[in-house]
């Protein structure tokens, strides 16, 4: 409340001083001629600017909470310094953006629009399922519609620019950002990041209701050691340009904006002073014309590596290596001047970055528009119909991973217990990165199962908190807060009598329901961690309501696949549901009592245990594929990449290979039948291995293909996927697509390294491609 009325303040103050001081409106010049092309309007801009008023556009800053002095800003922005802002988190009224923008537009010497960023990663205020579920639903197009109603809220709220899609790879689940990936294949990441977008952008991303996409984080971020954020990574080439580059070649093909470039150093080269990846890839062999950001301070942090010496050197290696945009650090704008008087860098560098952002800004048609419509946006959210497509992805975006035959649950129950700290619990399920998502908009599991049926006898029992008590106070379970001093000593003993209470109240419902998890803030940026399991008292909480001996009905709510291999064992259904959003409880009561049959299936595997990590189904056949293995447990993860359960079943029959004819390439076809008692989906996986490559190790089996199948029971359906050049190639070190002649295994399969494969020989040679 303080912060809004200090920019209540602040804006009035900012419209009295721009009445106080007119400027005379601008002479005409090419560049507020919106029939010229934008090259012409860039150029004719250029040539009229300053080496600081170029270097300005090259200066993202924030507007944050802890700054509230805004007398840097607003100098800034009438002396052109600044490009733009990332958004600010406290409002989602763009009457704060219309009034730094008229101050760009009437102040400063060109009248430059400023140009406003946000990570709207899933959802702004209608807040969906984290990627990682919604790339559950193996549904692409279901990932666009989630992101062009995001656009549309972010651009209602007055802003341009979304830091998204996330294009990494999700390799260790310890990272806490697995949660903002679309797991961890290169060809499902891929054709997610392609349809994010397009959902993003539309057409033309300076229209109505869209906004500029932003791949990030350019590249290998995902790979951290450890899943230590901001750690270094070792990628070789070959594998760069086949696992971890692919998601950013397909964005860069679907006609993203912009890219990030990200915190990490690969092979000791912080990633925003990457000329190779940045230049000769990305610009040079992909012919990028967008911006480069790079990601928060991340120039300075060169020098933190240990990469550069000073900041002019920070700047001076991140400029000459491809990054346009400096985030929050202001090396460029500082450092640059001298350098280039210095002849240490070339005025032609600052002209290339500045015309990328101005091209940007031309493009989202800001100068023609510089303010956001400030009475539309009230209305603007959280449409019945985004709720809607919020609940479908919710439902699809759920991944069964076990169940005895006791979900669906029956809607004749007389009692129920909702056991856990997630099962009442609002901010929980909205995940790490809100947007400007609100607690109060999400419906819990009770409100759902309550909505679902009315008459039940429905017990909500949180049994402990999401986390343990820490701290000087504690939170009890009870909600009452206590000194530390006062109970630290009788705090187990107090959690303790806690869970005994909940098991043996739970005991005597009909079924049991447990909502277990991770607290939302334990994923995402800076939050890593060393264990997988469920937080605080939970595991005691499960193994007491597991000591009554009902049945328990598990739901894990998480931003990573979680080790829990005792829960597996000792439950009757266990339930992935990830960060579901705003729609949870409505979306989790439709799969619990059988109005919607579970269809996700994992896109990250899910370890046994942490010594397994990093663990990923396309692993390398090694020398000795029979050998290598763990001698205390097993290597393969408890669940692979691929799997879910529905509540049918389904049989594959035998994978054949129809052979070429003339242009037409082989195809291989397997026939699926539902073997179940109810309609459901199958999400038919195409996998392929490579039995040798002259250019380097393949994968022991990479995706390459999926169809999803909506069966009745006893209906069957022919799968037909054609053995074509692209499912079938790879990259080479020079970044052509290359297609070995030779052998091959093929499988259809319902997940990773299930079923039997069929050998194909492919017949031609070597096909080397630009
Ligand atoms: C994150 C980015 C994000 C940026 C701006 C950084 O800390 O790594 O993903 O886009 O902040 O908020």
Request: with cysteine; proline share 7%.
């Amino acid at each position: 409340m303080i912060y809004l009325r200090f920019w209540l303040i602040f804006i009035l103050c900012f419209f009295k001083s721009a009445q106080a001081v007119p400027m005379p409106p601008l002479p005409y010049s090419d560049y507020h001629n919106s029939n010229l092309p934008i090259e012409r309007r860039v150029q004719d801009l250029l040539s009229q600017m300053t080496l600081e008023e170029k270097l300005g556009q090259l200066e993202l800053g924030f507007s944050t909470l802890d700054s509230l002095d805004p007398a840097p800003f607003t100098k800034a922005i009438a002396e052109g310094q600044i490009t733009g802002f990332i958004a600010p988190p406290h409002t989602d009224d763009p009457a704060f953006r219309n009034a730094l923008q008229k101050m760009a537009m009437e102040q400063s010497r060109l009248g430059i629009p400023l140009l406003f960023g946000i990570d709207t990663i899933h959802g702004f205020r209608t807040i969906f399922p984290i990627s990682l579920g919604l790339s559950c639903a193996w549904e692409p197009l279901l990932y666009r519609r989630t992101q062009s109603v995001a656009a549309r809220e972010t651009r209602a709220a007055g802003i341009d620019w979304v830091f998204a899609p996330m294009s990494d790879l999700a390799r260790d689940p310890r990272w806490g950002r697995v949660s903002e990936t679309c797991g961890e294949d290169p060809y499902l990441t891929s054709l997610c990041v392609a349809e994010a977008v397009r959902g993003f952008q539309g057409i033309d991303p300076g229209a109505d209701g869209q906004v500029a996409a932003c791949l990030k984080h350019f590249v290998g971020y995902g790979a951290s050691v450890g899943g230590r954020d901001y750690n270094r990574t070792e990628i070789p080439d070959f594998m760069l340009r086949n696992q971890f580059l692919p998601p950013f070649k397909a964005g860069v093909d679907a006609g993203a904006c912009t890219v990030m470039s990200s915190f990490n150093a690969n092979d000791g080269i912080p990633a925003t002073a990457n000329h190779h990846t940045l230049t000769d890839i990305l610009r040079g062999e992909w012919g990028f014309k967008g911006l480069v950001v790079c990601d928060w301070d991340a120039i300075l942090e060169t020098i933190e590596w240990g990469y550069a010496a000073d900041p002019s050197q920070a700047a001076q290696v991140s400029l000459s290596a491809g990054t346009d945009m400096e985030m929050i650090s202001t090396t460029y704008r500082d450092t640059i001047p001298t350098q280039i008087q210095k002849g240490l860098i070339s005025p032609a560098l600052v002209d290339e970055a500045a015309r990328r952002v101005l091209t940007l800004k031309f493009k989202m048609g800001l100068f023609e528009h510089p303010y956001a419509d400030a009475s539309a946006y009230k209305t603007a959210f959280l449409h019945p119909e985004d709720r809607a497509l919020a609940r479908e992805s919710a439902v699809k975006s759920c991944v069964l991973l076990k169940n005895n035959g006791i979900l669906p649950l029956s809607k004749k129950l007389k009692s129920l217990a909702l056991v856990g700290p997630f099962g009442d619990n609002q901010s929980e399920m909205l995940g790490a990165w809100i947007g400007h998502g609100h607690a109060e908009d999400v419906v819990t599991l009770a409100q759902g199962i309550r909505t679902k049926l009315p008459n039940v006898d429905l017990q909500v029992i949180p049994g402990c908190g999401v986390m343990l008590n820490g701290g000087s106070t504690h939170t009890l379970t009870d909600g009452s807060i206590v000194q530390d001093s006062t109970v630290r000593d009788d705090l187990a003993a107090y959690d303790a009598k806690k869970i005994k209470d909940a098991a043996k109240q739970a005991a005597k419902a009909d079924a049991i329901i447990m909502a277990l998890g991770e607290p939302a803030g334990w994923s995402g940026e800076n939050a890593s961690r060393a264990t997988l399991g469920v937080t605080g008292r939970q595991e005691q909480l499960f193994h007491a309501l597991a000591d009554t001996g009902k049945p328990l009905v598990v739901i894990l709510f998480s931003g990573r696949p979680l080790s829990v291999p005792e829960m597996d064992d000792e439950s009757a259904a266990l339930l992935m549901a990830w960060q579901p959003g705003v729609e949870a409880g409505n979306a989790l009561a439709d799969l619990l009592f059988g109005d919607a049959s579970p269809s996700g299936r994992l896109t990250m595997s899910v370890p046994r245990d942490t010594g397994q990590l990093p663990v990923y189904y396309n692993y390398d056949n090694t020398g000795r594929p029979d050998k290598g293995f763990y001698r205390d447990d097993e290597t393969a993860p408890l669940y692979q990449f691929g799997y879910g359960l529905t509540y049918s079943t389904f049989s594959y029959g035998p994978v054949k290979i129809l052979p070429a004819t003339g242009k037409n390439p082989a195809i291989a076809t397997a026939l699926i039948t539902n073997t179940g008692k109810c309609r459901a989906d199958e999400v038919v996986q195409l996998y392929i291995r490579s039995r040798y490559s002259p250019e380097g190790a393949r994968p022991s089996q990479e995706l390459r293909g999926f169809q999803h199948l909506v069966l009745n029971p006893g209906q069957k359906q022919e799968v037909h996927f054609p053995l074509t050049d692209q499912v079938l190639g790879l990259f080479d070190r020079k970044g052509n697509w290359r297609v070995d002649g030779g052998d091959y295994y093929i499988w259809i399969a319902p997940s990773a390294h299930t079923g039997e494969p069929v050998s194909y020989e492919h017949a031609v040679p070597v096909l080397l491609r630009p």
